[in-house]
């Protein structure tokens, strides 16, 4: 089984966006995680949230742990901080479970 993330963002500059997900796809890669959906979003119709949200994506890890080891990788973080930051202005976990397929 494997874990998979379903995220909402709100991206507020589309190309330092695309300068992360550059970045720290090969790390994603080395660990075994993939993306697997990837939306631009123009109207969310209903919502848990205040954040707003114009972007949904799910990412999948082998497991939990390799998730949680991930995101807390230096690597991961120098990258985190350099794009992301100025790139997004508020993240939504949307879910977090295992899936069998």
């Known amino acids: 089984m494997s874990f998979e993330r379903i995220m909402g ?3 507020v500059n589309d190309e330092e966006y695309q300068n992360y ?3 720290m796809e090969p790390i994603l890669n080395s660990v075994g995680g993939a993306f697997g ?3 631009k979003i123009a109207e969310v119709l209903r919502s848990k949230t205040e954040n707003e949200i114009n972007r949904v994506f799910t990412i999948e890890f082998p497991s939990k742990d390799e998730m949680e080891n991930f995101f807390s990788r230096k690597d991961y973080i120098e990258i985190q901080n350099k794009y992301f930051a100025h790139a997004v202005k ?3 976990i949307i879910s977090m479970h295992e899936k069998s397929v």
């Open 21 to 23: 997900r550059e970045a």
């Open 37 to 39: 959906f990837d939306f």
């Open 90 to 92: 508020s993240k939504t």
């Open 9 to 11: 963002l709100h991206v």
